[in-house]
């Protein structure tokens, strides 16, 4: 039988659903840490996409009846769009004194027993046997919880607890040191007067994230995320409550003499209490066996089991030449710029040339081909060749790279149409290094494009767990709502992108096709056009053909013809106008002339393309492209094709 979900106050039962129980169940289990509105939501509703506004009411009941006749306090603390915050004071207590505590005491208490199914609601239970409740301290967390033989208790407005809260807060109930599940590495500090060894810090940082990363029990937080702390003061619990993260690191490198001196500290973040610190020295030669040690170090204060860590840290190449230059062409793809990618691919290359055997510049020249491929600054099929054989060569050098397994998969799903074999190699990348924020983006995306948005959603959500400040991942999870057809919420998510940031792109771009699939045409024509640039794209010229602006639709349709033939890319494009000009025919033609076109890579998933869904061509297409052969399985909603305000005769050869 399914559990009750009962919250007591001296005794009286309080009116209290299953969803809003467990959301207090979950913020007490975090008392003093913030939790994510996307983390609470997902385990609420696992299964279900549901609306911000449903988290909001459950909050926002919690909140009356924890606050009733007690003025203002406040207990649960929103953190401005971030999430919320368990502010009431917890105690830990163990034995029979819980059992009695959880009965008496207290002047608000939660419980747990077995649910009367014909009352799944609100159900009142007078009394609980002591001999039941210690049966059901096993069960899931409530505020009588066993957790390695004690109880975690909540009780409200009762001072005497103030100072065990504070003890719980900074992780030191016990006397001990707090345990870290999760980190944060922030930018190192460049205290060497010199502004062109900036490189090198930034290149010690990023390389001990991917070696924590490596740590399989360790939530590491994505570079992306913890360089927006750069040479910031921001207090270490601010920092770790916006990152959501038990330990902080920080470090700097220093000159000394004619070598470096490199200090790394480790923090409990939410208490800022120093928990680990050790100086390295080093000379520039010899800065690469350093970082590994650090990282092994480092590892070891965190208290990761031997049997947890997925991958240890090791030396990468013999020669420092060789590991300077690729650090600062880690440097230079960190900026995200095509300057960046390229001058990345040349110091990429460098290193190679120092070292033949560096396993991880070829996959860092893998990583570059791929996005230089997929925001179109070289052509896919070069893209492929390319990523794929720096891929192949990485792994050849180092099986276990989890780098190099992340951009083979990627080349497979995006330009091999390889399905199965992306699968599997997503699967070992994840297996060898979980917390590749960028690597979980791109299974998401393999996942959506075989339909699977269940899973692609869920895959989303922990690269955000990774990167939680990363704009780009964040749009990419509302572009999953757009493929699951959830419109009005991919809006919701696009706009709190921007929000943050009013110009990204990339969030304007989805919203215009959002906005298509809901035939507000002259809005998503605003948000194409600024999104496009001076390319426009075949999705604007569909909006146009939609909105009936036929010429212009035609205009992008004749300068997207004469690029593909003079680069024999972008027939997925062309075929989106002809769709958008109401010629299906013209859409098959166009489609089937290259398979592997970047923009066919989500025929399966894109709304755009439900037109063409009844079509028996369609089926055989996506059999054609290794994906699951059955159209309907994203199950749209029934369309009918939408008029297009023009003359009928508009199509053309």
């Not at 699968?423 to 917390?435: G, Y």
């Not at 919420?489 to 990204?504: G, N, P, Q, S, Y």
Request: aromatic share 8%; charged share 25%; proline share 5%.
């Amino acid at each position: 039988m399914p559990e009750a979900h009962l919250l007591l106050r001296d005794g009286t039962p309080l009116s209290l659903t299953p969803k809003a129980f467990e959301t207090l169940v979950i913020l007490v289990r975090n008392s003093g840490r913030l939790v994510r509105k996307e983390d609470l939501m997902g385990q609420i509703w696992p299964d279900t996409f549901v609306e911000e506004t449903s988290l909001t009411r459950n909050i926002s009941v919690l909140r009356k009846l924890l606050t009733e006749g007690e003025g203002t306090a406040e207990y649960i603390e929103t953190v401005t769009r971030l999430g919320y915050r368990f502010n009431a004071p917890v105690r830990l207590v163990g034995g029979t004194e819980a059992e009695e505590l959880v009965l008496r005491h207290t002047r608000t208490k939660i419980v747990t027993e077995e649910e009367i199914e014909d009352t799944p609601e609100d159900v009142a239970i007078t009394s609980l046997p002591k001999a039941h409740l210690r049966r059901r301290a096993a069960s899931r967390i409530a505020a009588g919880i066993a957790l390695a033989g004690t109880v975690l208790f909540a009780g409200f407005n009762l001072p005497a607890l103030r100072s065990g809260w504070q003890q719980i807060r900074a992780g030191t109930w016990l006397g001990g040191r707090p345990q870290v599940l999760s980190v944060a590495v922030l930018a190192f500090d460049n205290r060497t007067g010199d502004p062109a060894q900036e490189y090198l810090a930034d290149g010690l940082t990023d390389l001990l994230i991917t070696d924590l990363a490596k740590a399989g029990s360790l939530r590491v937080i994505s570079r992306a995320s913890s360089v927006h702390y750069k040479e910031t003061k921001r207090p270490m619990p601010e920092i770790a409550r916006e990152l959501g993260v038990d330990g902080i690191v920080e470090g700097s490198v220093v000159r000394s003499g004619e070598g470096l001196r490199i200090t790394v500290r480790l923090l409990h973040g939410p208490s800022d209490r120093s928990l680990w610190a050790e100086t390295f020295a080093a000379d520039t030669a010899g800065i690469n066996q350093v970082e590994a040690e650090i990282a092994r170090n480092l590892i070891e204060a965190l208290r990761i089991p031997a049997a947890a860590g997925t991958a240890r840290a090791g030396p990468r190449t013999a020669d420092p030449r060789a590991f300077h230059t690729y650090v600062a062409g880690r440097y230079q793809w960190n900026l995200r710029t095509p300057e960046g990618y390229n001058a990345a691919l040349g110091l990429y290359q460098e290193a190679i040339q120092l070292d033949p055997r560096f396993a991880l510049a070829y996959a860092g020249m893998a990583d570059t081909y791929i996005v230089l491929g997929s925001h179109g600054f070289i052509p896919p099929h070069e893209a492929r060749v390319k990523a794929k054989a720096a891929a192949s060569k990485a792994l050849e050098l180092d099986p276990t790279l989890a780098e190099a397994l992340y951009a083979l998969a990627s080349v497979q799903a995006q330009y091999e149409m390889d399905v199965p074999g992306a699968e599997q190699s997503f699967l070992r990348a994840i297996e060898r290094n979980p917390n590749y924020a960028t690597g979980r983006q791109w299974h998401a995306t393999n996942l959506a494009a075989q339909g699977r948005l269940d899973e692609a959603l869920r895959e989303i959500q922990m690269a955000r767990q990774l990167d939680p400040l990363s704009l780009r991942i964040q749009t990419d999870g509302a572009r999953i709502l757009y493929f699951a057809r959830q419109y009005d919420a991919a809006i919701t998510e696009c706009r709190k992108v921007l929000e943050t940031d009013a110009k990204f792109s990339q969030a304007r771009f989805l919203l215009g096709l959002v906005y298509v699939q809901k035939a507000w045409y002259d809005q998503a024509i605003t948000e194409l056009e600024a999104a496009a640039g001076d390319v426009p794209s075949g999705w604007l010229g569909y909006a146009y053909a939609r909105a009936g602006r036929l010429k212009d639709a035609r205009r992008i349709l004749d300068r997207r013809i004469s690029a593909y033939l003079g680069k024999g890319t972008g027939n997925g494009m062309i075929a989106l106008i002809w769709l958008g000009l109401g010629d299906k025919e013209k859409a098959f033609r166009w489609i089937e002339f290259n398979l592997s076109d970047p923009v066919l890579f989500l025929l399966k998933a894109d709304p755009y393309w439900d037109l063409l869904r009844s079509d028996p061509r369609f089926s055989r297409l996506l059999q054609r492209m290794n994906l699951p052969a059955d159209a309907s399985s994203i199950n749209p909603p029934p369309t009918k094709e939408p008029p297009v305000r023009g003359p009928r005769n508009a199509s053309r050869e």
